[in-house]
């Protein structure tokens, strides 16, 4: 059963992995991704089931931080066992320096230990709320997104 406070931020989460999966190779099946998209769901509902704090979205950021630094992160490594993608397959083709925060209200990511952040998804008054962000520190407002899509878009060229 899923937490119905984190299923926008899941569907967001996981859609985004989907997706660099799916452009890093156009031929991988269809079925095999969306296996992948459901267990890896599953797999960050059960584990952030108990650290989901939707008044205090910052306490807790880091356990739900899904990262990819050099090896993939355990969840990531899981979901394409249990549908069939080989550690070496998701490795080779995920970006190697991948860092996604799935917090209450909001899922952002930063490819590159010096890239931008980008927002994937904020909850509509989030910042209203939350004044300071988990990841301020990593954020300017003022950088240019382009930086983020540029970096996708070489990634996935």
């Known amino acids: 059963m899923f937490q119905p406070k984190m299923r926008l931020?899941?569907?967001?989460?996981?859609?985004?992995?989907v997706t660099l999966l799916r452009k890093q190779d156009?031929?991988?099946d269809d079925v095999t991704l969306?296996?992948?998209?459901a267990t890896l769901r599953d797999l960050l509902n059960q584990h952030?089931?108990?650290h989901w704090f939707p008044d205090k979205?910052?306490?807790?950021s880091g356990y739900r931080c899904i990262r990819i630094n050099h090896k993939l992160d355990p969840l990531v490594c899981k979901a394409?066992?249990?549908?069939?993608?080989s550690e070496g397959y998701l490795f080779k083709s995920l970006p190697h320096e991948l860092t996604m925060w799935v917090d209450p209200g909001e899922v952002s990511y930063r490819i590159g230990e010096d890239g931008s952040v980008c927002v994937l998804y904020e909850h509509k008054?989030?910042?209203?709320?939350?004044?300071?962000?988990c990841k301020q520190g990593f954020k300017s407002r003022d950088?240019?997104?382009?930086d983020n899509l540029r970096q996708i878009a070489a990634f996935a060229s």
């Open 143 to 146: 950088r240019n997104k382009v």
């Open 125 to 133: 008054g989030h910042h209203d709320r939350f004044a300071k962000t």
């Open 26 to 28: 156009p031929h991988l």
């Open 9 to 17: 931020e899941l569907k967001c989460a996981v859609g985004f992995i």
């Open 57 to 60: 979205p910052c306490r807790g």
């Open 80 to 85: 394409g066992a249990e549908s069939g993608l």
């Open 34 to 37: 969306d296996v992948f998209g």
């Open 48 to 50: 952030y089931k108990h």
